[in-house]
Structures are given as C-alpha cells and as structure tokens.
C-alpha cells in the first residue's frame, strides 16, 4: 500500500513539473505522432482498397469463373458453359420463373482522369438482362438504364466523378463500336462504381469475340451454395471453379493489401527506431534534469519502484499524446481522401477512399505506447540506481 | 584544423545524448536513401529502357489485341530491324495460384530484340526444331525444378486447345538469363506457331508488336509510320516506346512520387525538431564554457562557428551512414528491378538535406552562444 501512495506522490508531482520541460517533452511527442501519422496514413490505403472491394461481394452472391482463373480479366466461358451454369440448381428465380445470374465479359477502355489527364485503363462490364435482380444495391441515380442492341453505356459514381467524358451523351470509343452514356449508377460504393456496364451481348457483338468471362449468381440462400457448387462440378461438361462472391473479392485484395502493409510496416518500423531514440534522449535528460528531486526522495525514503513508474508513466504518457496526434493528423488529413490505382487485383483501374478506422487508430497509438515505453525503460532504471549521495553532491 | 579537438570535445559531452542524435538522424537517412532511391531508381530504369524498343498496340487498348498478319507489314516499314510479338497465355502450374508468365512469341526475333536475355545459342536451335518447345527463365526453372527435357502440363483459363482441353503440354528446351532485366519480365516462351496450330479459337492474333528499331533518334518518325499504315483498318494501332509505355503504367499505379514525399517529409520534420532540441539543449548546458571561451579572446564570430561546425559535423557524419547503410541495401534489390544502383540525384540531395538540417538546427542555439554576455553567463544569470 505503502508503494502505491509513493509512486502516486512521486507521478503526480513529476507530471506537473513536465511544463517545465516542454521543449524536450515536445521531441517525444513530435517524434512519435510522425511515426504514428505514417503508418495509419499508409495502412488507410489498404484498409479503404478492401472496403471498396469486399462492398462489391455479397453473402448470397456466386461468381463462376473458368477453372484455374485467378481474376474475371483471365477467364473464359463457351457459350454452352454459361447456359448449364444459369440454369443450374440453387440459383434464385424472379416472378417470371427467370434465373437470377447475369452473364457477364469485361473489356478494358482508355479513359483521361480529370486533372492531370493520366490515361488509365477502365473496366468496362457487359452484364445479362438480370443484373438488376443479382445486384439489388446497383441503382440508377442519374438518366437511365443502357438499352440492348444499341450502344448505350451506364457508368459508376466513381468512374464521373474521375475520368473525363463520362457525362450524360458524351461518347467513348472501344474496337468496333462508339458508346453514348446514358445513365450514372451508384453500387454502396463498391469497387463496382469504378466501372462502366453496358449489355453484354452487345459488348461482345462490337468486336466479335465469343467467350464470357464470368457467371454472378444470386442464390436462393446462401446455404445453397454447396448445392450449386455440387452440382457444376459434377457437370462432365463443365470445368469451373465457384466462390462465393465476397471471398472472390478478399481474394482479389490479398497480394495489394499484402504489398502496402509490408511497406506500411517496414517505413513505419524504421522510421519507430528512429523515434525510440529520441524517446530515449528525452527520457535520459528528464531524468537528469530531475536529478537533485529524484535524489531526494530516495534520501527521504521514497522507493526505487516509485522512481521507475514515475519516469515510464511520464514517457507513456507523452507516447500517448504523440500517437493521438499522429492519428489524429492521419485522419484529418487523409481520411476519405480519394484515390484511384490500377495496381490493385481487379483488372482496371479502381478508385477508393483512404479509410482511417479506429482498429487503425488503436495499432498507432499500440505502436505509440510500445516506443515510448521502450524509451522509457532505460531511462528509468537510471533514476533508480542512482547512487543517492553521489547524484546529491553532483547538483 | 586547430579548433578540432575543442569541437570534438564539443560534440562528446554527453555521450548518450549524442549517440542517440546521432542514431536517429542515421534512421532519417536510411529512409530518406530507400524511400527516394527507389522512387528515382523506378524512374531512371523506366527512363533508361531502351529507346530503341517501340511497342505497338490496339489503339483502343492493349489488351483488345492486333492480327498475326500485321508482323511483315510492320517489318517491311523503314528504319524498323526486328520485329517480335507477345500473346498473352494466362498459364498456371499444377494450381491458379501458382502462375507462369507464359507468352507465346517468334523466340528467335525476342532474343534479337533483347539482348540482355542471355542465351546459348544451341537451346535457341532446339526451340525452332521443337514446335512444343518451351524456354524459361533460370529462377522460373529453379523455383519448379523444371529441367531440360521435362515434359511440363500448363493450365491456361484462357485457351482450350484442340483435344478441347485447357491442359497444354511442353517440352522444356532450354533456360535464359533475364537477371539483367529484373523480376518483372517474363520468364516464359512457347513458340507463337504452334500456339496457333493447336488453339481452338483465336487464332491469327497476337496481344502486341516489340519492335526494334535501327536509329533511336527516329523513334517518333518509325511510330507515326507504323501506325499510318494501320489507319482506318478495323484494327487501328498505336506506337510507343518501351519508355512511354511504362512510364504510362508506373503512372496508373498511383502517385508513388506524392507518397514517398510525403513520407520522407514526415520523417525529415521530425528530425529536424529532435536535432535542433538537442543542439539547444547542449548549447544551454555549456553558457558556462562558452562564456570562458569569449574571456580567453574568442571572437562572436568564432563562437558561432564553432557551434555550427558541430552541429554540421553532427549530421553530416550521421547523413553519410545512413545513405551509405541505404545504399548497401540497393544490391539486394536486383532480383526485384533488374540493374539497379543507388542514383547519384539521391546521394547529392542527401548532402544537401544534411547540411539544411544542420545549419536549420544549429543556428539558433549558435545565434545564442554569439550573443552571450560574459559577465552575465559566468554569473549563471
């Protein structure tokens, strides 16, 4: 009990003389909000790349691609493929007794970003007449759903919001077939609002190309999957593989978000090194500068316990405040902020918003703690070995 | 020269603190050299990929692809030496998560055009005597055990192959080189003849042209040839150097120059603050020394100098490790970027950080030591 009203006594007085030491208290402080805005600004990357793609995948979502493809770019399906897969068992029907799977192909298109004017590959989906029915978060929010036959185009929230040309009439050009935009959909801001869609079966007649990439299904459950599963890979005829929708796209992210957490990390663990050895430098001349208090105590009594809370409560303590900073300044400063890359696992190019999370908030201010911890343990241990008379006559 | 000992001595009064200083502004640079050597590495290597090398692609995009016809057109232009083509093979190995980076191509016009491939000329032989010939790459080989002679199945989820499957078997015929030209280039070739025997569909088509060309100079000239040809045909093309079109995909990637400045921003405002703090701090503890040196006759002016010389000699020896520690690491990114060496444009902006952070951090403290009162200072007030 004894110890415990010491070290209260002890931590309390050294926090209030930290005012005094606010030019040296600033470097840990400083140093650490740097490390922390760092890497929660990096890390917001991956954390907003993954919102975006795991929005665009559902619980009660298939996606069929064909055997051995590692993304929808890299597939292709036959004709008689996608029919036995739309027809197959497990998938949900409409009033009409109509399959609710959308066939769909992928082209890509060179597009101008607004601004700098970057020329940037963007996806362009050939979707079935169901689309609607298998992706019920898909909405028209500005002119209206393309027409089959004719060479009309919807494009994402995103896509107008970045790229040139994407407004209501203009025109966009692929091999075979000049496309006029006629209406702007918004998907719960999934990575499918970076796309433009239009019908597939047009899409594949404009430049003569048979094969399909990809089958999206809605189930009539997701228990159903299995059943569906089951009965494609039972099918001679078929060699397909089947995920769910949302694990296809947790798949996607995997190697880019690996990529950026590695980078994130390895800056973020240097850059920490550095910032302990401020801490240490702090910490070392707080405690020399309380050399004749520390000194004292010991002499009236005060246990050497008391001395090293002291002094790791003090670094913690301005570790903390560094860290809420750091993460503070990340979000501020980047939260939301978008961006658009063709780096990630999709075939083109893919905007996000950074996303500062608060599991994000509470790694930097971990990390935070961890610095000035270790950066306060050594210091710490010399306020409480310091040989008392010595450290008295040295003031 | 003779001041030397008295800032040496300057420098060591406290050790710890020193070290530590010393230490962080080390951990400043090693980022700093990494972080901007990389980036400007990437730029230089894209910049430097030869100008000689022209791509043509569908002009509405790369993937749409061009017709295997187009490759005596495209030779028959002036100032064009070789002509090669890609198709994209989409294979795997065993497993989707395992992939080659297959490409079927003429081998023998893809060695001539790079010649940084290293070849025996006897597997390049065997490849045009083998119609199921395949050539790879010696990490490729090592990593799959793969030898000559093997026979190796290829899953492709593009292709079907006539037998109407997506299985392709090869013949292993020789091994290459590609070290020069770093982890990104493809390690994988099937002869583009068979290839387009045995598919089932998509025949007669290739996803670009390399193009070597005589004269670098006549870069723009041999393009705006190459793509006239083209014109107004239902598959319209588009020339670009080698350079163009990466520099065109680094660019997709995103704003890799805005991120590493921001990052090493972050890092060299940190720094700046903890060196100055400690400049300040062993400036503030020395009133007393400083003021003995000015009654021994030292000028302001030399007081001044000898705090900034410290603080100089401070960052410029801790800048030096740490971009010198950053450039050891270069070497080991070889497998990664090809040729690859820390660029002197960094090297020569590091020196000139050192010596900002030096004169940012030391001048106040040393401004303080100038101004020093004697009588004042010795009295400790």
Known sequence: MKTFRQIGAVTLMNLRSLPQRLGTSAVIVIGIAGVVAVLVSVLAMSTGMLKTLTQAGAEDRVIVLRNGSASEMGSNLGRDAVRLIVDAPGIKRDAEGRSLASVETLRLVNLFKQGDGTEVMVTLRGVGPQVLGVRPEMKIIEGRMFRPAVNEIIVGKAAKAQFRNMNLGDQITTRGATWTVVGVFSSDGSSHESELIADAETVNGADQRGGFASVIARLESPQAFQKFKDALSSNPALAVDVSREREYYERQSETISKVISVVAYVVGGIMAIGAIFGALNTMYSAVSER???????RALGFGATAMVISVLVEALLLAFIGGAIGAALAWLFFNGHVVGTTAGGVSGHLIFELTVSAQLITTGIVWACVIGLIGGLFPAVRAARLPVVEALRAV | MKYLPLIWAGLWRKKARTIFTMLSIVVAFLLFGLLQ???QGFNTVVQNLDVDRLYVTAKTNLTDGLPIAYASRIKAVPGVRQVSYWTYFAGYYQDSRNPIPAFAT?????????????????????????????LINEQLAAKYRWKLGDRIPLGTSIWTNKDGSNTWNFDVVGTFDSSDLGGGFPGFYLNQSYFDEAAAFGRGTVHYYIVAIDDPAQATAVSQRIDALFVNSANETRTQTESALAQMQLKQIGDINFIVNAIVGAVLFTLLFLTANTMMQSVRERTGELAVLKTLGFSDGKVLSLVLIESLALCAFAAATGIALAATAFPLLKPIFGNFQMPGIVVAMGAGLALLLAFISGFAPAWRARQLNIVDALAGR
Do not use: C, H, S
Not at chain 1, 291 to 297: F, K, N, Y
């Open chain 1, 291 to 297: 050399l004749r208090e520390i000194a004292t105590l």
């Open chain 2, 37 to 39: 050597g990389i980036n």
């Open chain 2, 106 to 134: 003429d081998p023998v016009a893809l060695f001539d055009i790079y010649k940084d491939l290293k070849i025996k000329p006897e597997y390049l032989q065997a490849m045009q005597r083998t119609r199921t010939g395949v």
